[in-house]
C-alpha cells in the first residue's frame, strides 16, 4: 500500500522493525487512548520490555475515522504521515453555539435557523476554500508563550490565539435539513473543523457546533483500509508465539 509496511506484519518483531497501523479511531477514545491500547497489546503479545508507538494527526475524542499509528522504526517518519492532508465528513447543527464549537459542552442557543438553505450554505462555505487564515478554538492544544489554550480556557481565560494559514481544497455542503448541515472536506494539517462552525455560526447569526465528524482519509490512507481496535487485536493475536523477547 503506497509503499508503507501497512498491516504487513507477518510476527512480532515486524513491530519492532516498524508497521504503519491504520485504526478507526472509537467515539469517545482520545488518539493517546488508541495509542496506548495498541502499545499495550503489542507489549503483551510480543514479550516486549517497551515499544515505540505514536500517532500521525490528532482526532478529537468526540471524532471517529482513520487514525495512523506507527510502531518501533517506523516512529522516525510520524512528521512526514502527519504533514500530509485530511479528509472529513460530518454535520455541523445551526442554531446553537458551546464554548468548544463540538459536543463537549453545553449548548447555547443563538437564533433561529429558518433563513438557511442549501444553496446559502453552499455560497457562505466559499468563502472558506483555498488558502485562508483560520483562528483555531480555544479548546485546543494550540500553545501561546508554552501554556496550551484548552487549560487557559478551561480557567475561563483567553490566551490570544492567532489565525494560522491553512489550505481547503474542499468544502463541499452534501446535504441541508433544517437545522443539520452535511459536509465534505478537505483540508491540510492543522485546519480544526470545529472553527468553520463557530465561523459559519457567525456569519449566518444563528450560531453552530461540531456535532458529528468523522475523518475518512489522511493523505493516500482511506477509511476502508482501516481496522477496528477489536479486529486488530484479532489479528495480532494468531501470530507466532515470540521465541525471544528483545528489548
Request: charged residues 25%; contains cysteine.
Amino acid at each position: 500500500m503506497n509503499g508503507w509496511p501497512v498491516h504487513s506484519f507477518q510476527s512480532w518483531d515486524d513491530f519492532l522493525q516498524g508497521q504503519v497501523l491504520l485504526i478507526d479511531k472509537p467515539r469517545e477514545w482520545t488518539s493517546f487512548d488508541v495509542v496506548n491500547k495498541v502499545r499495550h497489546l503489542i507489549r503483551r503479545g510480543g514479550g516486549f520490555k517497551k515499544i515505540k508507538v505514536g500517532h500521525a494527526g490528532t482526532l478529537d475524542p468526540l471524532a471517529t475515522g482513520v487514525l495512523v499509528l506507527c510502531t518501533g522504526r517506523m516512529t522516525k517518519r510520524i512528521a512526514e504521515l502527519s504533514a500530509e492532508d485530511k479528509a472529513y465528513d460530518g454535520h455541523f447543527t445551526f442554531g446553537a453555539n458551546t464554548d468548544s464549537h463540538d459536543l463537549e459542552m453545553p449548548l447555547i442557543p443563538v437564533g433561529p435557523t429558518d433563513g438557511l438553505s442549501l444553496d446559502s450554505l453552499r455560497e457562505t462555505a466559499l468563502a472558506f476554500t483555498g488558502q485562508i487564515e483560520q483562528l483555531p478554538p480555544n479548546f485546543s492544544a494550540k500553545k501561546v508563550g508554552g501554556q496550551k489554550a484548552y487549560v487557559a480556557a478551561r480557567k475561563g481565560k483567553d490566551i490570544g490565539l492567532s489565525p494560522v494559514p491553512v489550505q481547503v481544497h474542499r468544502f463541499d455542503i452534501t446535504a441541508w435539513e433544517d437545522p443539520k448541515m452535511s459536509f465534505d472536506i478537505l483540508c491540510s494539517k492543522g485546519t480544526y473543523i470545529r472553527s468553520f462552525a463557530r465561523d459559519l455560526g457567525k456569519v449566518t447569526g444563528c450560531g453552530a457546533h461540531l456535532s458529528a465528524l468523522r475523518r475518512t482519509a489522511s493523505g493516500a490512507f482511506n477509511l476502508d483500509e482501516c481496522w477496528s481496535v477489536e479486529e486488530f487485536e484479532a489479528r495480532i493475536s494468531t501470530l507466532p508465539d515470540p521465541i525471544s523477547a528483545p528489548g
